[in-house]
């Protein structure tokens, strides 16, 4: 019943900056850890950033320091503030939500395509 649809991808040169957006609609139920992921072209999806319901955060090395996850809960929207792009961040940044109190129960956006050249 929970959609999540991502925005914000597009085209940026290495060293530049997207901002990606991710907002819930639907039966919004209950709160939710939610994740960025990406997966670049011919790979897995790998994690690339987490942020519970009060803000803690999590990064992934390869983006610690460049990348910056938020939440604003009243808007239902989840941010990914990608700066000191590389080439090697191209792929498609997938948005998720997993149920806090039943974890078993995750939603995903189609993702939104970040293509960073050099």
């Known amino acids: 019943q929970v959609q999540l649809v991502e925005s914000g991808g597009g085209l940026a040169q290495a060293g530049g900056s997207l901002g990606l957006s991710c907002v819930l609609s639907?039966?919004?139920?209950?709160?939710?850890?939610m994740r960025w992921y990406h997966q670049a072209p011919g790979k897995q999806r790998d994690l690339v950033a987490r942020i519970n319901f009060v803000g803690a955060t999590y990064y992934a090395d390869s983006v610690k320091g460049r990348f910056t996850i938020s939440r604003d809960n009243a808007k239902n929207t989840v941010h990914l503030q990608m700066n000191s792009l590389k080439p090697e961040d191209t792929g498609v940044y997938f948005c998720?939500?997993?149920?806090?109190?039943?974890?078993?129960?995750?939603?995903w956006g189609q993702g939104t395509h970040v293509t960073v050249s050099s």
């Open positions: 998720n939500a997993q149920n806090r109190y039943i974890t078993s129960r995750e939603h």
């Open positions: 639907g039966n919004i139920y209950s709160t939710y850890i």
